[in-house]
């Protein structure tokens, strides 16, 4: 142990470098949004002004949406349309979507903005309902000091490539493969 203590202590003397951060939660498995909203949590404890932006579950209601939108810090723009594959409208949905990064996109130019959660964001790439290379140009010239989390499954390379830090979520069980429902408080 004393040997692991000395390692660990000369890693974070090594960690030296201050910058914002972009967090990609990625993968099959459950708890990217989760994950997400645990750090938004983080950020509201030490009062940090934050936005989330959530692409495809707009329509679908929540407890952390009831929970976080009591919260002063919190400010929240849904995709208007719920899940696409709802939708069948790919016209409607890439409207919307451009509208919902519109308005993600005036957070990431805020600098009184700490964070910003871009929920979902993953499919509207792998859907072609943004541009990639204008998003990334966007994350890449927001706030010095703002930190972003992305979510969503099948990230781009392009997304990896920029991100910080990159979690791939892995998918060893669920319980609605056994039939079990979205239980309200665990699953939404």
């Known amino acids: 142990m004393a040997a ?13 470098i201050d910058k914002n951060l972009i967090v990609l ?6 708890g990217k949004s989760s994950s997400a909203l645990g750090m938004v ?37 849904f995709m208007k349309t ?12 890439t409207k919307m979507a451009i509208e919902t990064w519109d308005a993600a996109k005036k957070f990431l130019s805020d600098d009184s903005i700490d964070l910003v959660v871009l929920d979902e964001l993953t499919y509207m790439l792998n859907y072609r309902y943004l541009d990639e290379p204008a998003i990334l140009d966007t994350l890449n010239n927001r706030p010095q000091t703002q930190h972003v989390i992305i979510t969503g499954r099948a990230a781009s390379k392009g997304l ?14 669920h319980a609605f493969r056994a039939n079990i429902k979205a239980q309200q408080g665990v699953d939404f």
């Open 4 to 16: 692991k203590k000395s390692h660990i202590d000369q890693r974070i003397l090594e960690a030296n």
């Open 25 to 30: 939660l990625t993968g099959n498995g459950k």
């Open 82 to 93: 719920g899940f696409t594959w709802d939708t069948q409208d790919k016209a409607y949905d």
């Open 41 to 77: 949590c983080r950020s509201l404890g030490y009062n940090k002004k934050i936005a989330i932006v959530k692409f495809l579950k707009g329509l679908q209601e929540t407890g952390e949406d009831a929970f976080l939108a009591q919260q002063p810090n919190i400010q929240t723009v």
């Open 160 to 173: 990896i490539d920029i991100a910080d830090t990159v979690s791939d979520i892995k998918d060893t069980k």
